[in-house]
């Protein structure tokens, strides 16, 4: 059955990242924007502060390669239109242009997204353009949707929330990258750049922000792999972690500073193995 999406009432959809599935979305119907196949949750590229699913890990490379065209990147229109079809991007504006309201009751439906208009006239502008591929370029092209859509806001997002990679800064709604199956909030697209470039380098940051966004709670002490003690307990940097024994609170806190002691406690390997994702919240923090 065709879902249609009247898009400035999606409900806001937690994100997720590398090793775990993407994204708590139904993908029934989504169709990779480079084959066509069915779209899988565990395959899937960080793009345009959203989540692009694909099918198989060389259309991955060949999505992955082709960003670097930005604009002119050949599934860039595809990519687009399953932003809005697994709700992480709304409408905001009529695509036919104008200023006046969109009316929820005038709708055409592109390939399952219900694109919403101002007027009858501008909805008949918009199908006067032909088949599906047309109206999709119109909407979903890297022009047209930059400038009548914009990203979801997520559950998880804080107010107030420190960029890891520039502490002087709040993190913005935004600016979201996928990470171990969570949404990791930064404050620019710079740092989004910086992300995408090593995202390696950012690990441990970015789980940390899990704990501290409340997406993740801790199963096992992250360094033995065992039981978690509280009474083993440390504060690192606003995240309480458990740990299995004095010997190794007494590790934890050797170390350095509270950025040694990220390092040390939540790397990839240590986050996923001791750490496990939470369902997401009831609303969320209206964040800019």
Known sequence: MTRLFHLFLIAAVALSASTASAQDVDLTGVKCPVKGGP???????NYNYGVVYLCCK??????????????????????????????QFTQRTCVSG??????????????GVAVMFSSE??????DDAGGLDSKRELAFAYTPFRKHFK????????TGLKCFMMPKKSVR?????????????????KCYRRYIREP??????????????????QQKCPLSGGAADPA?????????????????????????????????????????????????????????
């Open 39 to 45: 779209a899988k949750a565990d395959v899937y590229v």
């Open 58 to 87: 060389k259309c991955k490379a060949a999505f992955t390669a082709d960003m670097a065209k930005r604009s002119k990147g050949e599934y860039v229109t595809k990519a687009n239109h399953q932003l809005a079809l697994t709700g």
């Open 98 to 111: 104008g200023d006046e309201p969109l009316n929820d009751k005038i709708t055409s439906d592109v390939g």
């Open 121 to 126: 006239d501008s909805k008949k502008q918009f």
């Open 151 to 158: 990203r979801v806001t997520s559950p998880f997002f804080k």
């Open 173 to 189: 709604s935004k600016y979201t990258v996928c990470h171990n199956g969570g949404t990791v909030f930064l404050c620019c697209s």
């Open 200 to 217: 390696d380098t950012y690990a441990a940051q970015c789980n940390h922000q899990l704990m501290i966004t409340g997406q993740f709670e």
């Open 232 to 288: 083993h307990q440390v504060e690192v940097a606003g995240v309480v972690v458990k740990l299995g024994d004095a010997a190794t609170k007494a590790k934890v806190e050797a170390a350095a500073d509270d950025k040694a002691k990220v390092a040390m406690l939540f790397s990839d390997e240590r986050f996923v193995a001791a750490f496990a994702k939470k369902t997401k919240p009831a609303s969320a923090d209206d964040g800019k």
